[in-house]
């Protein structure tokens, strides 16, 4: 297997985030066994389709130079050797959140990923000068784009209608329980 520059899961530290807190988050975006079986399915048939998602999306932020921005160093560059770092990340982030298990190790990494988007430790990882933090207001904005586009990626599956509804959804509420989570380094006090 080949090693992810800067993917620290196993070792990432506890989150304080609790389990019984992750099981009101899940309660509250509606997630339940039958979404957890859809997300895994969701997993297979997005697997070997990863790049051309990041593609997408990678597409869509450089698009954008609000968000290209945080990825630019004080020259307004985009850091190439930053952009190529995050996007093996975020390619294994699509992986996690489908076939990881939502344990107390999934909450710790989450809250690694939370802190990275902040001025606690973005930039850290890939020891690069670039924005202090992602603004809060764009991670919550970005749940659209990053939902809306996976849907033709579960579409070529061929699957069923009510099955692509139902990989779709649970992506949905994966996607935004996890920006949920990430808010917590942006909010500590009244989170
Ligand atoms: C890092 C996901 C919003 C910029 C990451 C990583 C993931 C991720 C999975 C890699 C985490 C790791 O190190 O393992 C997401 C999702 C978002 C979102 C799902 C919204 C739903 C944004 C927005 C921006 C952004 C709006 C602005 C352009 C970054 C940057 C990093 C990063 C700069 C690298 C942080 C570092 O220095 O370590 N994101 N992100 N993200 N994301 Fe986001």
């Known amino acids: 297997m080949t090693t992810i520059s800067g993917y620290d ?3 990432a ?8 807190e992750l099981n009101l988050l899940k309660a509250s975006v509606l997630f339940g066994p039958e979404d957890e079986a859809a997300l895994r399915k969701a997993g297979e048939v997005l697997a070997d389709q990863v790049e051309d998602v990041l593609d997408v999306w990678y597409g869509f932020v450089g698009r954008h130079h609000h968000l290209l921005a945080q990825f630019s160093g004080p020259d307004g560059e985009p850091i190439s050797r930053y952009l190529t770092a995050v996007r093996g990340r975020f390619g294994q982030w699509i992986r996690d959140t489908c076939e990881r ?3 107390e190790q999934w909450l710790a990494y989450q809250h690694e990923i939370g802190l990275r988007h902040t001025p606690y430790k973005k930039n850290r990882t890939d020891r690069v000068e670039s924005t202090t933090h992602v603004p809060l207001r764009y991670l ?3 749940i659209y784009p990053i939902t809306a586009t996976v849907r033709p990626f579960l579409e070529s599956s061929g699957r069923p209608a009510e099955e692509i509804d139902a990989m779709h ?4 509420k994966a996607v935004i329980l996890q920006v949920a989570l990430w ?3 942006y909010a500590p006090g009244p989170w």
Not at 169 to 172: K, L, M, N, S, V
Request: glycine letters at 0%.
């Open 9 to 11: 899961y196993e070792t």
């Open 13 to 20: 530290t506890a989150s304080p985030v609790s389990v019984e």
């Open 101 to 103: 298990p939502w344990d």
């Open 140 to 142: 919550i904005a970005l």
């Open 169 to 172: 959804e649970a992506w949905r």
């Open 183 to 185: 808010t917590r380094p």
